[in-house]
């Protein structure tokens, strides 16, 4: 019978620097290092899902901005297209991948049994049925993944605020993609077709992408709040076992916990409050994205 023995330990095994754990304190660590790596994975991935979001208004912005200084031919237009094709599909594909790591990461940690993954299933159900730019992504990724480009076209309008020496020129960036385009893939959903069609021919993307980043930050918030408590506890397991070792051998930096048989370690798990640090900035940074349809930038002189 194969007798283990577990400790706290610096990076390098040594007998003569360890502190002595039992098992049920060398599995709680073990865990708590598992899942809050985890944790930190579904906020790298909504950072991910910001990022692309943020670099499609980017380029909105700039695009309008030229078409307001600059003369440009019909022709240009096909890599203005491009450009943005680019930057949705890149959303599209974030989102995709935030959407379903999401439900394998809280699996992995409480299981597919556990009310904390019926939990999420009930929000991404919930935000599906409550909006239409939900819907209309969700439907145009897999558009995208097997039939065509999202983008069909790209409109600039300008439009005069104000008279006289006060008169000021708003230009703008609309992308479109249309109906006739979807209504041709036989794989498009048929009841977001149908919903599609009260914007007549064609449908700016913009407010559905907005609202559909809107509704994917929703759920991530409420998932944050719900598995809070459980973080808390994982991030106290671990500091407390980094405080507890450096207390008593202070000149080493990098601790882990060891799995021992005959003086050989078979197992070392590293302990760090390096990705909790990282965790709790993306949190900070990404706490008040709220409802994007409510909000705009503009670069108009304050009076």
């Known amino acids: 019978m194969e007798l283990m023995d577990y400790y706290l330990t610096g990076y390098f095994y040594s007998p003569e620097q360890t502190i002595r754990l039992s098992e049920e304190e060398y599995q709680t660590l073990h865990s708590a290092k598992r899942n809050l790596l985890t944790a930190l994975g579904i906020e790298e991935k909504l950072e991910i899902v910001l990022e692309n979001y943020l670099e499609f208004e980017s380029d909105l912005n700039d695009l309008a901005l030229r078409s307001s200084m600059f003369s440009k031919p019909a022709s240009s237009r096909f890599p203005d297209i491009h450009r943005i094709?680019?930057?949705?599909?890149?959303?599209?594909?974030?989102?995709?991948?935030?959407?379903?790591?999401l439900h394998h990461e809280i699996s992995t940690i409480y299981g597919?049994?556990?009310?904390?993954?019926?939990?999420?299933?009930?929000?991404?159900?919930?935000?599906?049925?409550s909006h239409l730019g939900y819907r209309t992504l969700e439907a145009l990724r897999n558009y995208t993944q097997h039939r065509d480009l999202p983008v069909d076209a790209i409109q600039y309008s300008s439009s005069a605020n104000g008279e006289g020496p006060q008169r000021l020129i708003k230009t703008s960036c609309t992308v479109h993609t249309m109906l006739t385009s979807l209504a041709e893939d036989a794989e498009f959903k048929p009841t977001v077709l149908k919903e599609l069609q009260q914007f007549g021919d064609k449908v700016d993307l913009k407010p559905m992408i907005r609202e559909y980043i809107t509704c994917i930050w929703r759920i991530h918030s409420e998932v944050r709040g719900y598995i809070a408590?459980?973080?808390?506890?994982?991030?106290?397991?671990?500091?407390?076992?980094?405080?507890?070792?450096?207390?008593?051998?202070?000149?080493?930096?990098?601790?882990?916990?060891?799995?021992?048989e005959d003086n050989n370690p078979t197992e070392c798990v590293y302990l760090s409050n390096d990705f909790s640090k990282r965790r709790k900035e993306l949190q900070s940074k990404n706490h008040h994205i709220g409802d994007l349809r409510k909000r705009y930038i503009t670069s108009q002189c304050e009076e």
């Open 85 to 101: 094709n680019r930057r949705i599909m890149n959303v599209l594909s974030a989102c995709k991948t935030y959407l379903d790591q």
């Open 112 to 129: 597919k049994e556990s009310t904390q993954f019926n939990f999420v299933n009930s929000l991404c159900k919930r935000e599906y049925d």
């Open 229 to 260: 408590g459980d973080v808390g506890q994982w991030d106290a397991h671990v500091e407390s076992a980094i405080e507890r070792f450096r207390k008593k051998f202070p000149q080493e930096t990098a601790i882990a916990v060891a799995k021992v």
